[in-house]
């Protein structure tokens, strides 16, 4: 499956030169808790609702402060076309939470380890079933040839 | 997503109770009518910079949901 399929939702921007406040509240409107930074169609960072509180709140930032100065850089991206698998492997390697999803240079969406956890927790419950008419259920074979 | 501005919007809800969302595009920053959009939130007023998903659907303008 293509990384692009396990997208749930759409991505939100910001740009850098945006205020921290306008980060916060296109967060808000907008209910996600991640905008990518972008230039254009190119995503050069992240900003998430914790990196406002840590390094912007705590650290006594303006209001004003560009959002830049908050974000986290570099970005760590996977093709929209890749298998999702390659996905598994850079949350790996990187210890992230998101992923930016790109086509060429062109920032599409963010894949996030909930989107993936979700689709995972369906998967297994659709593994599980089978098992769990085992385990609750009277499990009666059926008769063997010699017996009928 | 191919948009003009003008065209509207429509995000559907993530979560149980969570109503669709509307908003109007206000400038188109790809080219061809590409993405991304600049839009405005119909219930907020609110802009932002976004990038369609699997949630969003472009209406022209005048043209009703399905």
Redesign the interface.
Known sequence: MRTIDN?????????PHQGIVDAA??ME???VGCL?V?E??HVIGMVTDRDLVRRGLARGLPPDARVDSVMSTPVVTIDADADVHSAYALFRSHAVRRLAVVRGDR???ILSVDDLLVDLTADLADLTRPVEGEVFFAHHDAAVPAER | MHANVGDRII?KG?HIG?IERECLVVEV??ADGAP?YLVR?KD?D?E?????????EALSAGQSMR
């Not at chain 1, 997208?7 to 740009?15: D, K, Q, T, V, Y």
């Open positions: 997208l749930r939702r759409s991505g939100i921007g910001i740009e509240r296109s409107h907008a209910g990518a972008v254009g169609e920032f599409v969406g | 995000v993530h969570q920053h790809g991304p939130w907020s609110h932002t910079l976004f990038f369609p998903g699997p949630d969003a």
